[in-house]
Every structure is written in C-alpha cells, then in structure tokens.
C-alpha cells in the first residue's frame, strides 16, 4: 500500500508542477513573449544541469575514489571496531548512498546555480561601455558582466571541492584510509595522493578568487567612499596579487607531495600562506591606513574621491546635469510674476493624493467601482493649449457587490472589468470646491473622447481581480456586467484577445489546478470560446515579460490611440559599476507616499547604477503589453536584446500619442535626488570636508518624519522659453538626528516632455536642471513656509472658522515654484465634513513669497495679496468668481459649499 500511496502522490504533485509549467507557457504564448518564457527557462535548466553534473561527479567520485582506496585489512582496535559496525549498518544502503548523497548535492547546486542565470546571459551576451576604469584600464562592462560570472563560477567551484573534499575524507575515514592513532594520524598512499589532488585543486581556485578580489576591490563599498581607496591600491591590490601567485605556488607542492609522498613542504606552504594572509592581507593593510593615510587622508585620498566622484554622476545619470546659480529674492513686488505668467496660470492645485475621495463621490456611480488612493498628474491638449491635469481610471472592485450575489459566477464571469477614464484640471475647480472635470460620466464623454472615440472598458488595472473569465461564441448572450444606464445595467462580451483560451476541457483542468478552484472546471458560465485573464496588474505583466527590469512602483494610466494604456517605466541596474557609491532603492524611494501605502517603493536591494532604458504600454482592455527601447546606448539593456532579440521595439515606433504622455520616471528621480545631495560637490576637498550635503526636506503636511515626494508639474525654469512639464523636487542644509536648518539650498526639475511626434524623443526630455542657491541669501525651506502659514494669525483664524462642525481641513501638497525671481510656494486647502459621503472640497490656497503669506479662496486672489495687488500673471482659478477675495489681513469668508457642509456636519 505504502509504495502505492507514494506513486500516487507523485503523479499529483508532478501534475500539479505540470499545470502550473504549462499554463505558463499558454500564458506566454498568448501575450506574444514566449522567446522570453522558453529563453529564461532554457537558460535556467542549462544552468541547473551543468551546476548538478559538477557537484553530482565531485562528489560522486570523491566517495568512490575513497570506497575503492580503502585498504583490504586494518589492525585491529577499538576505533576499528566501532568502524566495523558502522560499514556493516551501512553496507546494505550502500550503493544508495554513493548515489543519493551527490544526488541530494547536486540538486542544491543546480538550484543554486540556477538561480544566476542572468549573470550567465549578460557575460555571454555583454556590450562595452566605451569606457575604462581608471585603475586597471578595462572597459567597464569587465566589471558589470565578466567579473559577477568569474566571482559566481570561482565561488561555486571552491564549493564543489569543499564538499567534494569533505566528503572523500569522510569516506577514507569510514574505511580505514585514514585513522587516528596514538601517534598521530595515519594515511594511506591512495588517500595522500587524493588528498593532495584536491588540496591543490582548492589552491588554485582559492589563487584564482585572489587574483579577481583585485578587480573587485574598485567594487568597494564598505568604507566612506566607493572603489578602491589608497590603502587598497597600495596595500590590498599587490597583495592580493601576491597571495595568489603563493596560492598557485602551494598548489604545485601538493602536486609534488602526491608524486613523491613527502608533505613537509606543502604543510611548509600552507602555514606560509595562511601567516601571509593574515599579515599581509590584514595587519599590513591596518598599518597603512593607521599610520600613513589617516593622517593626511584628504591629500592621499584626493585622487580616490575624484574617482568616485565622476564614476558615481556617471553610473546614476548625473554627469549631464545642468547647475544654475539662483540669487533668489525674498521681496514680493508688484508685478513680479509677469515673466512668469504661463507657469503661474497652471499651477496645479488639486492635490493627487487627497482628491480620490471627491472622484468616488462624483464619479463612482455604483459600489463594485472604485478609484486608487492616490491619483496621477498628467498632461492633455485641451483648447489647443496643455493643460496639467489629474487623472484615474474606474476600476472594478467585486469585494463590494452586494452579499447575496458574491458567488463564484458574479466574481468570475460577471463582474469582470471597470469602466471609462476620469479626468479633472490641475489648476481649476468648481465655485464650491469640486473637481473641474475635463472626462467624466458613464458613458464616459469629455475632452478626452467618449465611447464611439476611446475603448473605455478596463479589464487591467492595478486593483483588478485575480482572474476573470471572459468571452462567448457569436450570438450568445452577454453575460458581462459593463456600466449603469438609465434602463438598469448593460450586459457586454469581452471580444479582444487577452487572456489563454479556456475552452478545452484539457485546459480547465489545469486552470482549476492553479487557482484551486472546482467552479472554473464544472460552471457553465465557462464555455468553448472563453479566455481567463490573470496576472491583470501592469507591473506585473511588464516584470514577467522583462524579468531582467527593475520596474518604477507607479504605473499610470493614459488615453491613447483610442485606447486607456498604463504606461510603465523600466530600469536596468547593477551593483558592480566600479567606483560608484551604492544606494539602498527602498530607502530611496520611501517617502510620504509610499509610508500610506498610496504607492509602492522599489524593493530592498542595492545598486549602484541604473537607467531608465525601457517603456512598456499596458493595454488597459486586452492586457497587451509592449517594450520599446527607450535608452537604446545603454550597454546593459543592448546585452538583454541579444538575448531576447524579439521582445523590445525601437522608441522609434512608439506613436505619437504615446510619446506626449511620457513622464520622467519617478524613482529614477527620487534615487537621483538622494545621490545628488552629496554629489552635486565635484571638487574632491570640498566632498571630503563634507560640509555641503544637503538633504530632501520632509513633507511638512505629514506628522511622521519622512520625506516630502517630488511633484509634476508644468513649469517653466529660468533658462527656458516657455513651460514645460517637469518633476521637481527640492533640498534643504544636511537632517541631522531629525533636525536641519529649514532653508531651502537647491532646487532640482528633470524635463518630463517628451514631444509628441512619433518616434521622436525631444531633445530636452531627461534634462536634469538644479539651481543652486548661495547659503548667503536665506530663502525659507518648505518647513518654514508651512511654520509660516500654520502661525500666521489670519491664516488660523479662517482655518478655525472652517473647523466649525467638526470639519476637518487638510492642507494639501505644498508645491515649490522658482518663480518671480525667487521661490514661490503655493498650498490648496481643502475642507472634509464628516460622514461616510463626505469628501474633501478646496476652500482656500496658501502661498508664500520669503516672509510674507497669502492666503485667500482662489490661487489668483492669494497672489494678488502676496504682490501688492498685482501679481503681473493671471492664476488658472481666476475666473472661479464664487467668492470675493478679502483684504489682505481680513478674515476671509466661507464658500457657499463649506457652509453647505458645516450645516450638514
């Protein structure tokens, strides 16, 4: 019965392992990108089966060299004995052992090989940089794809000799080879000359590992500055070189010792080398650094930082950067804006992250929809002029549908997709608070197109289900619920291509398997025509197709083409750029965003040179994703398109529509930011002294201390000729133990525009401009500003009044604009009653000019405050005339919509 059971369980388990394989390769094939799915797992079973065949032979023969070594008869003894018994136990099982034992390692080491098989494929496939290392003169692609494969094979092998050696001693021992007598250690010949094979084989690859440690020593990261430092060029590189020419040396004493079976000089050797090791490796190394370079460390490390320096803006894309010296000016006069009248009359003031609640009570329109947390800046040709804009797409939230109707059937086959695009100004919104939408509505109409103009179905989207089973043979009734109308509810048929058909009873098996369920094999609601569709989540379907990409934590919708496509930002990264200083990516991109969970941060891995090289489009209603080579000189991504020829497309073919929605991505930026607050310093004695680091200010509107997000927006910098959209973000004097002076040191905007011709990347996209402004001119910090507005006493007087009724009043993103000749501040204030249908309604915009506030129920009237009644430039809000603007000093009165909501709080 019990080898029954057991064949039986591994039929299931094979077949389990089989439906989860093949429904893969259906999904793969569907999506068009099985070169990759057949690629990767060629690689990844290529590499599984060289890593067992090693360790399986190492193994393998160590014990049967050493069975067959053992010597005929033994003397008699205790020890002897006790190995009697254990050889009696075991011969038996013998046979079993000699094979399972390297079976069960090399099944480890496969594993474990495998699992590099991305290093296998970037050596075998690598592209120059064009560029050298400063030490050694090699390209840098040595360094990102030559070297991870030497360190990884180097490693693996000292592995497989270890255990291989460990192995063969063992059996030795069990058989007699080797013995533990009163007199020392008995060894036979055959067990010398085995020994001393594998002593030497250890040798030499232990030398080899020396000789690339000194390569990896420009990889450093351990000390205040990446790459190799003084001590290391002057102590720890020859060293090394040494240490393997001994390791190599040693190697060839064992040699000799198995020939001519004296071992006084190998053991000579050994200690030889592990005394250098110690010494020269570490002590001599010690000494150095205590004695010659700690003392002078700024003019012996002068040239090391230099190097770190240049190799670090390089590997992060800061080499380009443009600085600008800003002698900002903290005096608000009359007309100072006029210069500025294009980025003032955009200036968005419908905060992103507060506004989803008034999208659901606007546009929500039935409970099983919803809109994110938090929602995307964007840009749209409205008028013939671009207007910033806050988008969202309706997505479809089953969790929700009433209780009596949450069956598999109404979870799967009917309510399987959101609907239509929702779209709001930036800069405008209504007399009483409410978003000014540019697309709304069910069906979906506006700017943007409406249902005859746009595919609006969302079938993909960052909260959709796990799966959904769509499609039907032609006739056959919808059973798809797809929008409200005046009649009821609309019924559809899903007819793209997203998803492996699921008609075949073959196939329904095998889905059933992978999502455990026995409804998707017996319902009815799955018919000859049907498609599943899965793995629905944009950046989720880009890693699966480009598993060798980072991918930017925030993928966001756009109308294009006719169709709601997510467009995802893709990086290739390393950790082995030489010279370069690493940085943590989770740390990076963790601000006040990601710590509520409105977006993602990257994952927990270090890196230490990144590119933003791919695009990917999600289609929102078929789930088709394309790549297209957005950084088409980086070596790193040329290296992947050898080894997926197939999977990405020029940017050259990317539409223009797509392209005039292409934003800077931003984690790059965020990742870039955090580098930039100590490497926008380039003179090696000024970076040592390290007396200009600045840090990225915390969000003031937040109470936890975490950093303020960059933001989007159209924005025209000093050098420029007209707006252009751009993220920004600014930086303060270095946070020290959660305290800095709250001045403002720098402001940085990478151009967001990519144009919007087909195929054609403008010029000026990626541009990185910082303005630099002197410590001398003492410009408040976003902290400050917000000190400013919470202390002001108008300002807090018009907040209590609004308070009344327990109303809550959120201060929304507080945005940094170089404008006016100095810096503008600008925050929305927006009001929230209570109630599980509240939702919040802008009431009032703070801004501020140097010390002085402006605070009033339009952006334009708040400017009008701030310089002396004549800004010089129209806001977007300025002809919102629901409300008068008061005095400055005055208290300002209340909209007729926050009063609406005070009376019903």
């Known amino acids: 019965m019990t080898p029954t059971l057991v064949v039986v369980a591994l039929v299931v388990v094979g077949f389990i392992f089989f439906a989860n394989v093949w429904t893969d390769v259906l999904w793969y094939r569907q999506l068009g990108y099985f070169e990759v799915f057949v690629t990767e797992n060629l690689a990844r079973i290529g590499i599984f089966l060289a ?6 032979l190492a193994v393998f023969f160590a014990i049967r060299v050493a069975y067959h070594a053992r010597p005929v008869y033994a003397p008699d003894s205790e020890i002897r004995d006790n190995l009697n018994r254990y050889q009696a136990q075991l011969e038996p099982v013998r046979r079993v052992v000699m094979v399972g034992l390297p079976i069960l390692f090399g099944l480890f080491a496969g594993s474990a090989a495998a699992s590099q098989w991305q290093k296998v494929l970037l050596f075998f496939n690598q592209e120059p940089f064009g560029q050298k290392d400063p030490e050694f003169d090699l390209d840098i692609s040595f360094y990102l794809m030559s070297l991870p494969f030497f360190g990884f094979v180097t490693g693996f092998l000292i592995s497989v000799v270890v255990i291989a050696g460990i192995a063969g001693i063992l059996t030795h021992y069990l058989y007699g080879s080797i013995r533990l007598m009163e007199r020392g250690v008995f060894t036979s010949r055959a067990a010398q000359i085995h020994l001393a094979v594998t002593g030497a084989a250890f040798l030499i690859l232990l030398g080899i590992n020396f000789w690339l440690d000194r390569y990896a020593a420009l990889q450093n990261n351990g000390g205040r500055w990446a790459g190799a430092l003084y001590t290391d060029i002057n102590a720890v590189i020859p060293t090394k070189s040494i240490l393997a020419v001994a390791a190599g040396l040693v190697a060839i004493l064992f040699i000799v010792a198995a020939i001519i079976g004296r071992w006084r000089l190998p053991v000579i050797g050994t200690a030889m080398l592990v005394i250098t090791s110690i ?45 600008d010296r800003y002698d900002a000016t903290n005096t608000a006069t009359t007309g100072a804006l006029a210069p500025d009248a294009q980025t003032t009359a955009n200036i968005r003031l419908l905060d992103p992250n507060l506004i989803s609640d008034a999208f659901s009570q606007l546009e929500q329109y039935r409970p099983y929809y919803q809109f994110p947390e938090a929602l995307n800046v964007d840009r749209y040709e409205v008028d013939g002029k671009i207007q910033d804009t806050v988008i969202a797409v309706r997505e479809l939230n089953p969790i929700n549908v009433a209780s009596n109707q949450q069956g598999w059937l109404n979870q799967h086959v009917v309510y399987t997709h959101g609907y239509g695009v929702v779209a709001a100004k930036g800069n405008k919104f209504t007399v009483d608070g409410k978003p000014e939408f540019l697309q709304s509505g069910i069906p979906s109409t506006g700017v943007l197109g409406d249902d005859s103009t746009y595919q609006p179905r969302i079938y993909f989207g960052e909260n959709s289900p796990e799966y959904s089973i769509v499609g039907a043979p032609d006739g056959a009734a919808p059973r798809e619920q797809d929008r409200p109308s005046g009649e009821g ?64 934590g925030n993928a966001y919708p756009a109308v294009v083409d006719g169709r709601v496509k997510w467009i995802v930002d893709g990086y290739t990264t390393s950790q082995y750029y030489p010279y370069s200083q690493q940085e943590q990516l989770s740390a990076a991109t963790t601000d006040s965003q990601t710590t509520s969970g409105r ?62 929605h292409v934003r800077y991505p931003e984690d790059l930026f965020k990742v870039q930011r955090e580098l930039l607050g100590r490497y926008h310093v380039t003179e090696p004695g000024s970076f040592y002294q390290a007396k200009d680091v600045w840090s990225v200010p915390n969000d003031p509107t937040v109470d936890t201390e975490v950093k303020q997000p960059p933001f989007y927006m159209s924005l025209q910098m000093p050098d420029q000729e007209q707006p252009a ?64 507005f919470n202390s002001d006493p108008t300002v807090s007087q018009a907040l209590n009044l609004l308070r009344q009724g327990a109303s809550e009043v959120l201060n929304g993103n507080l945005l940094t604009l170089p404008v006016g000749g100095g810096i503008l501040y600008v925050q929305p204030v927006y009001l929230k009653s209570t109630g599980e249908t509240s939702y919040p309604t802008l009431q009032r915009v703070l801004v501020a000019f140097g010390d002085k506030v402006g605070f009033a129920p339009t952006l334009d009237g708040a400017l009008k405050q701030l310089f002396g009644g004549d800004s010089g430039a129209q806001a977007g809000d300025s002809d919102n005339t629901g409300q008068t603007p008061p005095a400055p000093g005055a208290p300002p009165a209340v909209s007729a919509g926050a009063q609406a909501d005070l009376k019903a709080a």
């Open 51 to 56: 890593g067992f065949a090693v360790m399986f």
């Open 279 to 323: 010494l020269a490796g570490g002590v001599y190394p010690w000494v150095i650094q205590q004695f010659q370079v700690r003392p002078s460390e700024q003019t012996l490390e002068k040239d090391y930082i230099e190097r770190n320096i240049n190799n670090t803006r390089a590997a992060y894309g800061l080499d380009k950067i443009q600085v």
């Open 489 to 552: 509810e609309t019924q559809y048929t899903f007819d793209g291509n997203g998803g492996p058909n699921v008609g075949s009873f073959f196939n329904k098996v095998l889905y059933s398997i992978k999502f455990q369920s026995s409804d998707l094999l017996l319902s009815d609601g799955v018919n000859e025509e049907s498609q599943i569709l899965y793995d629905r989540n944009p950046r989720d379907r880009v890693e699966k197709v480009a598993p060798y990409l980072t991918v930017d």
């Open 599 to 660: 977006t993602v941060a990257l994952p927990n891995s270090s890196v230490n040179y990144i590119r933003n090289s791919v695009k990917a489009t999600v289609d929102a209603y078929d789930g088709s994703v394309t790549l297209y080579a957005w950084d088409d000189q980086d070596p790193v991504l040329k290296a992947w398109q050898k080894v997926f020829p197939t999977s990405l497309k020029p940017y050259s073919e990317m539409s223009g529509d797509v392209m005039s």
């Open 725 to 788: 959209f751009q993220l920004t973000s600014s930086f303060i004097p270095q946070i020290v133990n959660g305290t800095a002076r709250n001045v403002l040191y720098g402001f940085l905007a990478a151009d967001s525009d990519a144009g919007n011709e087909k195929g054609v990347k403008a010029e000026s996209y990626g541009q990185l401009r910082l303005l630099q402004i002197p410590p001398e001119i003492q410009v408040p910090g976003p902290g400050q500003a917000q000190n400013k």
